[in-house]
């Protein structure tokens, strides 16, 4: 992770330097406007390359772009005495600029929750790696420098963005409202904002979150995760054919992008339950857990145990989640169980009731591992000093199973 952290901090550097650097002279005299604008088409071809090699977006692209020739038109106008503060304003500008491309890019099409340290450690056996508190710290940063500057639209979706890695969705969500006020037509500020408010509303799309869904598809018919929501909040609603309606045009907008793929599941799920509802074929009504039974193997039981030695090291009071992943693949629950520690030893089942999105349910899974973890901090992500256990892959149907926890996470 270190590595990481400084190979990744080297190339913003170096793209960084690549963009300011006809500004490290702004302290001496300021040079003849013909060679301010062979620097700025130097900038603008350098631009153009970052965002031919899928560093930059089109639309951020656009605004750097248009930022550069404003302060080009400013420098060969205002006399050689303004070079300085010039210059100092558009480093500030384009330093923040890069870092929100930088952060704002990575939460949004990478991998954040590789800094999970749970996943880092089940992955890699564990190792030495930023900590939790370091990552907070750097958000603790960010939020206090944009008390002093609540104009920064880039730095509050980096901050929400930030805090929903963390698995802060009150921060995160509070924060997304000051970006969609100063942007309010944005379609993934909007689709962002509606998700973070359904967490901290349990998973609860109705209402508030519905209406943000609607404005961001009205600002973006193509929204991916707007059209995402819309049609996990449809297929709760049991209206499986707007959820299909709204899923299938995901993969007709990017029939590659890893939405439109784990989206077939539910996909898969919504066409069942739609054709079961035109032929009458199931009861009316029926609770979510008697439909994971009709599924027939979406079920997993067995007990949970905390080894001897831990003992010392729980409180009674402390989260013990219990939760079904795929063995390989994508490490979001399919199905999780919230308890205490004072319940140990506990017997659990899981089934496609607890599932966190109809997308992805036990049932859809050929084989799965169950992780029990006790949390101090009772957050969904995990953090240094947890207590973990884990059961070897195995497959939805599976019985007595017995799960240890017997690790410390980050140790």
């Known amino acids: 992770m270190t590595a990481f952290v400084l190979i990744s901090a080297a190339m ?17 005299s300021a040079a003849p406007s013909s060679n301010a604008a062979s620097e700025a088409r130097e900038q603008l071809r350098q631009l153009d390359a970052l965002r031919a090699s899928g560093a930059l977006t089109d639309a951020q692209t656009s605004e750097a772009r248009t930022k550069l020739e404003q302060r080009l038109g400013q420098a060969i106008t205002q006399p050689a005495a303004a070079a300085r503060p010039q210059s100092a304003g558009m480093l500030s500008a384009l330093t923040l600029f890069a870092l929100a491309v930088v952060v704002g890019g990575y939460a949004t099409i990478g991998t954040p929750q590789a800094l999970d340290p ?40 980096m901050l929400g963005r930030s805090y929903s890695v963390l698995g802060k969705h009150p921060q995160a969500m509070a924060a997304f409202k000051q970006a969609v006020a100063l942007r309010p037509d944005d379609a993934a500020l909007l689709a962002d904002y509606a998700d973070s408010m359904a ?7 109705e209402g508030e979150p519905s209406r943000l869904i609607a404005r961001a598809l009205e600002a973006d018919p193509n929204n991916l995760k707007a059209l995402s929501l819309a049609g996990t909040a449809a297929f709760l609603r049991k209206d499986y054919a707007v959820a299909l309606r709204h899923w299938e045009k995901m993969q007709q907008v990017a029939p590659d992008s890893d939405f439109a793929k784990q989206i077939q599941g539910g996909i898969d799920e919504a066409r069942r339950l739609a054709g079961a509802a035109d032929q009458n074929a199931r009861p009316a009504a029926t609770s979510p857990r008697a439909d994971a039974a009709q599924t027939g193997g979406a079920t997993l039981s067995g007990v949970v145990r905390l080894a001897a030695g831990l003992r010392g090291k729980v409180a009674p009071e402390d989260t013990l989640f219990v939760y079904a992943r795929h063995a390989q693949g994508p490490r979001m629950p399919l199905a999780i169980l919230r308890r205490q520690a004072k319940d140990l030893p506990l017997q659990f089942t899981l089934d496609d009731s607890m599932a966190m999105s109809p997308a992805a349910r036990l049932s ?44 410390i996470v980050g140790q």
Do not use: C, F, Y
């Open 12 to 28: 913003a550097v170096v793209a960084l330097a690549l963009l300011t650097r006809p500004l490290w002279w702004g302290g001496r």
């Open 118 to 157: 749970a996943v880092r450690a089940a992955g890699e056996g564990g190792g030495h790696s930023i900590t939790a508190e370091q990552i907070e710290a750097m958000v603790d940063k960010l939020a206090a420098r944009l008390k002093e500057n609540p104009g920064d639209i880039e730095g509050w979706t």
């Open 199 to 205: 967490m901290v509303n349990g998973r609860n799309l």
């Open 364 to 407: 859809s899974a050929q084989t799965v591992v169950i992780d029990a973890r006790i949390s101090k901090s009772g957050t969904a992500t995990a953090q240094p000093g947890d207590l973990l256990g884990q059961s070897n892959p195995v497959a939805p149907g599976a019985s007595g199973l017995t799960i240890e926890i017997g690790q």
